[in-house]
């Protein structure tokens, strides 16, 4: 059950102290699959790790609204405008589906909103490049959200049961997603030169960003052995990336534009492709934030805030006065 | 401004006639309309369901996980409430 009200209740007589034994106790729950569930006991760390990266995931969701929603009234037909409404909506959901997640560890949803506006959450770094044409909604499509994906479905078996249950309802959504940007490009692609044109320049900016959704190389990354260990994460991020590449490039072949790489390889004896170096420091710098549009993403997301207060003190004015009435 | 959070609601979604409802997730709404209406777009964009139930979270009374095996331990030692307890001689048909 997902409520708040008994996790306090449980705070209340943390029974289990959090010493080698618990520790073991949990770890053997853990390796033998068992899913943890809201009220369960758990380690502080175990907890505040899955805070940080389901609410980290859920403000990517609402923030990936930005990019795409930007193009909303200039699609090129009712069609493909009525789809991305879909999508645009099916974003908003990820992000409710998460953030109530994430509060089934006693984090409040207000907590969360607040750090974010505050600029103190981190979300995806990809969501931090323009959408500079109408082809960029399908390399997001296509490349974002196939990236997301190969992400999402191992988190689908995350040891922590309300996770892994909102991962299988995003999952089963973003296979929609990608194919609707596969079928943008794939239209551009059969389409005029400049159309084509278009399609190969959305890849060119999208390409790289989209290799750094997977995270910083494994023998860079802080939280990974630790996530391995709790089952939270089930592959490593180059790993991840791997898988990446060797679907998308056979894509890009069959769509008939190329990926932006000097370097990139199919290694006949692994079966794998080889790809050069991502500019690590951009990934730094856009984390920082310092990417195109961090500053107007934040700033967007604060004054659809402020300027949905009204609503919300409406609503709050009406149910109070419903309640008193009743009563 | 109000900063009074949203109550928050559970949501139950039974997928069709039939089945019973199941637990989908939660989410905050300013009221019972609200929360249903919310629910609806929340977890049955892709008509995922028949019916909608949703109730405050903090109306639901649950054990305590804590206490799971002394809570349930009456029903640990009853093993003769299950059929496999019983030996049934051979030539014994229909039983």
Known sequence: MYTQGLDQAGKDKQAVAENADSLNAFQKRVDAEEKIEAKDWMPEAYRRTLIRQISQHAHSEIIGMQPEGNWLTRAPSLKRKAILLAKVQDEAGHGLYLYSAAETLGVS?????????S??????????????SWADIGAIGWLVDG?????????CRCSYGPYARAMVRVCKEESFHQRQGFDIMLTLCRGSDEQKAMAQDALNRWWWPSLMMFGPNDSE??????????????FSNDELRQKFVDVTVQQAEFLGISVPDDDLRLDEETGHYSFGEIDWQEFIDVIAGNGPCNKQRIEKRRAAHNDGAWVREAAQAYASKQASQAA | MSKQEWPLYEVFIRTKSGLSHRHAGSLHAADDQMALDNARDTYTRRSEGVSLWVVRSNSIIASDPAETSAFFEPAEDKI????TFYEIPDGVENL
């Open chain 1, 109 to 117: 949803r207000d907590e969360m909103v607040g750090d974010l506006l």
């Open chain 1, 119 to 132: 600029g103190k959450a981190k979300y995806s770094s990809i969501f931090n490049y323009p959408t500079l």
């Open chain 1, 147 to 155: 990236a997301a994906i190969m992400n999402q479905i191992p988190l």
């Open chain 1, 221 to 234: 990354s802080r939280h990974s052995a630790q996530s391995m260990a709790w089952k939270i994460k089930r």
């Open chain 2, 80 to 83: 003769y409430r299950h059929p």
